[in-house]
């Protein structure tokens, strides 16, 4: 009977776990500077499923010699298949009904969401995980359910087949372990520094090793078997210190670490999956010190409810979010956020989550479904409602994943590819008029040269009204490192009576070695360099370097756009990057004025 128990105990402190977790995440999506590094919650997500699906399955095959895999299966559908299919529809219905512009994007990310293929269908349609410029996804952070859904599907069954013909558990640990290697180092191999890298951090193949290193803690530290007694003192001591120790770590890379930093590809979330590991472990032991603190009553709750509260944080935050919020803090509506995800959560663990996962799908449909035998109450009116609403809202997510209430397209202002080039333009009739706000001294350069991404080709007719004989190069979704082959392109502009404005950092991280390597290759000419005002978590890291870049070289100054941008809202379009034509007149007066300022200007 004792030991019945010690294989059924319940590790209330792996439910804190999951709660710091999704708190993590969470914080991370509203870019708060000191979650930096809470997108690593979901590696701790990866490490606690590999170690606890893998745990249920050993146990299995030690009690029946077969692992129960129809039962397995059911169990995770059960578990996971309604919440994300309320969660689905509702975001779906709501989008028809208030955002119709999204449904475009909606239609294929709610199919591949609801056959847990989002992380492959995000990477094949090229969506980043870190831009959320154009169409942004509500339902994107369905990327790495999609991962553990083909990890419950795949893994079982590699399992099976190593305690069949494998038989030594030693022997399958060192494969499980060569997996996780393989799967490391192919992220470092395809992580390619100062692109995006979402490719990577959406892979299955580049993710696997952190579910395998959970994997391999079943193995060596198995759930069930784990007992306080005969624990001396010493062992003790160990285990809290390297507990605390552990969970203190999180907390360190939390805080400090980036998702762009190229160490964080090849090896950094390796040893943040190690150590998130060692914390499991530590936790999982009845005589934890650590398991027990985070037992706490408020991060069980969380933690319990923590699949609700991750499937609905990210699309409460896109859907009622205003795009010039991004980026800053309006405390009232994240409270209102919060709470509302935190509600909508409660109502999908108690009549959803928790329902069907004990009784199964019939018994949910029996009760849930109305009777009309029952006395008029409000609980029985209630139990009319809540399915009628519920058939409305799978109605309007038929109609819009489907496209037939898909609005007709209309032209972009902003197309999603164009490159344009002009050169040598006449002066318009209005250039005069526009040029008497700006200083009389005009600065005399025989060519001009810009290089930058959308927001350079918002700049495109006021800087061909300032200088007529400007080129400008300017792409959407252009990144700093695709710079570097179009610099090639003007070698020409490389020398001293020529200006080179570089107008990049919008779309994403890059790193010192590709900025100098740019302003190299135009060593000679006078560079001046725009800094970026884009509500991401990118752009402290992007224009420090630019600052530090310009401080470094003689012939670059930096044109400082986020401090006036920050201050007037109003010159932007409703992503809070983009410009409208009086912010991009700004942003030429604030250039030409900077040109004014050279000492190096001819």
Not at 589 to 597: D, F, Q, S, T
Request: aromatic share 12%; net charge positive.
């Amino acid at each position: 009977m004792a030991n019945t128990q010690l294989q059924h105990r319940y590790v209330h402190g792996l439910d804190g776990l999951r709660a710091l977790a999704v708190l993590f995440v969470f914080a991370y999506h509203y870019g708060f500077s000191w979650a930096s590094g809470g997108f690593l919650g979901v590696s701790i997500f990866f490490v606690l499923s590999g170690y606890l699906i893998t745990s249920i399955l050993l146990k299995q095959y030690e009690e029946h010699q077969k692992l129960l895999l129809p039962s397995f299966f059911t169990s995770r559908i059960r578990r996971l298949f309604p919440a994300a299919f309320f969660m689905v529809v509702c975001v779906v219905a709501w989008t028809v009904l208030f955002k119709p512009s999204l449904l475009s994007t909606l239609q294929g990310d709610a199919i591949a969401g609801l056959l847990y293929v989002s992380n492959w269908w995000f990477i094949f349609q090229d969506v980043s995980y870190f831009d959320s410029f154009q169409s942004p996804s509500p339902i994107k952070n369905l990327w790495s359910l999609a991962i553990e859904e083909q990890f419950y599907i795949i893994w079982p069954l590699l399992l099976l087949i190593g305690l069949r013909f494998i038989k030594k558990k030693k022997t399958i640990l060192v494969v499980i372990s060569c997996g996780a290697i393989v799967s490391a180092l192919l992220m470092g191999a395809l992580y390619k520094p100062g692109m995006d890298p979402s490719r990577v951090y959406y892979g299955t193949d580049t993710r696997s090793f952190e579910l395998l290193i959970g994997c391999c803690l079943a193995f060596v530290w198995p759930l069930y078997r784990l007992s306080s007694k005969n624990v001396p003192n010493t062992g003790k001591f160990i285990l809290n210190v390297t507990g605390l120790t552990s969970l203190l770590l999180v907390f360190l890379c939390t805080s400090l670490l980036t998702e762009f930093a190229p160490s964080m590809y090849r090896g950094g979330m390796l040893l943040v999956s190690l150590n998130a590991a060692v914390l499991v472990a530590t936790i999982s032991h009845p005589s934890s010190i650590t398991g027990k603190l985070l037992s706490f009553k408020p991060l069980r709750w969380v933690g319990t409810r923590s699949y609700g509260i991750y499937l609905w944080h990210y699309p409460i935050i896109i859907l009622t979010t205003p795009a010039t919020e991004f980026g800053q803090f309006n405390y009232v509506h994240i409270s209102l956020q919060v709470i509302a995800t935190c509600l909508i959560a409660e109502v999908s663990y108690r009549m959803i989550e928790q329902p069907i996962r004990k009784g199964g799908f019939k018994t949910f449909f029996r009760q849930a479904l109305p009777t009309f035998k029952s006395p008029a109450t409000f609980r029985s009116h209630l139990k009319v409602a809540v399915p009628i609403v519920f058939a409305m809202a799978f109605l309007l997510f038929a109609l819009g994943v489907t496209g037939i209430l898909e609005p007709k397209k209309t032209e972009s202002k902003q197309p999603a590819a164009i490159h344009i080039k002009t050169a040598a333009n006449p002066v318009s009739k209005d250039h005069h008029l526009k040029q008497k706000e700006l200083p009389t001294n005009e600065p005399h350069y025989t060519q001009v040269l810009s290089i930058g991404d959308s927001v350079m080709l918002n700049l495109a007719d006021p800087l061909q009204e300032t200088y007529p004989n400007i080129v400008i190069d300017g792409k959407v979704g252009r990144q700093l490192s695709e710079a570097l082959n179009v610099a090639k392109k003007y070698t020409q502009y490389n020398e001293p009576s020529s200006a080179v404005i570089i107008q990049l950092g919008t779309n994403g991280y890059f790193t010192e070695e590709q900025l100098d390597e740019l302003l190299k290759q135009f060593a000679k000419a006078d560079v001046y360099l725009v800094n970026t005002r884009v509500p991401r978590q990118w752009e402290t890291e992007v224009n420090e370097k630019l600052e530090n870049a310009a401080k470094e070289y003689k012939n670059v100054v930096l044109v400082d756009w986020h401090t006036l941008g920050t201050k007037h809202p109003e010159y932007f379009t409703k992503d809070g990057v983009h410009l409208l034509p009086e912010g991009a007149q700004q942003l030429t007066e604030l250039i030409y004025k900077a040109m004014l300022k050279s000492p190096d200007v001819s």
